[in-house]
């Protein structure tokens, strides 16, 4: 299936239950840049507007190209931030007319290659690239337990994409010469309901038939035993940051 249109089914879910970032990895972003008032992103991939919101909130001004119309359609107002419909291999934006290009969970679904030639083109001078993904956190107990549910409940028809085999940047890549790698923790609180909708909200996971109706009957099973007093569990991110500087 066309990655363009993975998430059309699942865009209010995305909207409403996929994690935010922490600050200090929007700060390690913008870290040495100028001030953000003065800044233009081109946010990439950037789905219902999650991080788009969050640079914006920093004051910077994004576009966002977002070629899925489903997820642009869920995604909430902000006055920095404008949406264009286009592709990560094919942005339609002017040659050198962006200071900072992201990809918040993302660029494992492009074409690294045209993809990164493409964000060189529409990069300033020495502008900077940053790559983020929040991955779970397996060294917790519960993020552990949760991530075995979910890869038994798999849709083993759809070819998933192995996040972490692209987090590599192609070695015949020469456009952007090194990253910069930085880690935080990003611990999100859910209850059940949250709970589910995050698990759906993921492309391989089937949203109807036997296997949907084990993982909602495990997930329960999983928040009764890892849930507070609140009836919320701890799932724990690892949000990575790749940062890097056009050559």
Known sequence: MDSTYIFTDRALEYAR????Y???????????????????????????????????????KVIAIEPNEAMRQRAE??????????TAETTNLEQASVDLVTCFQAFHWF???PTLQEFHRILKPLGRLALIWNMWDKTDGFTQALNELVSLARDSTEQHQNWESKLGIPPENCYFQSFDHFEFSNPQ???????IGLVESQSFIPLSGTKHQ????????LSQKWADHRGKVSLVYRTDVYISQAS
């Open 22 to 60: 922490p600050q200090n990895a929007l700060a390690a972003i913008l870290k040495g840049l100028a001030s953000p008032s003065g800044l233009v992103a081109a946010d990439i991939g950037a789905g219902t507007g999650i991080a788009s919101r969050l640079l914006g909130d920093c004051g910077v």
């Open 17 to 20: 239950y996929r994690p935010s």
């Open 214 to 221: 084990q993982l909602i009957r495990d997930l329960r099973e």
């Open 77 to 86: 107002y902000h006055p920095l931030v404008e949406f264009k419909a286009a």
């Open 111 to 113: 074409e690294p290659l």
């Open 189 to 195: 609180q859910r209850d059940f309901t949250e709970l």
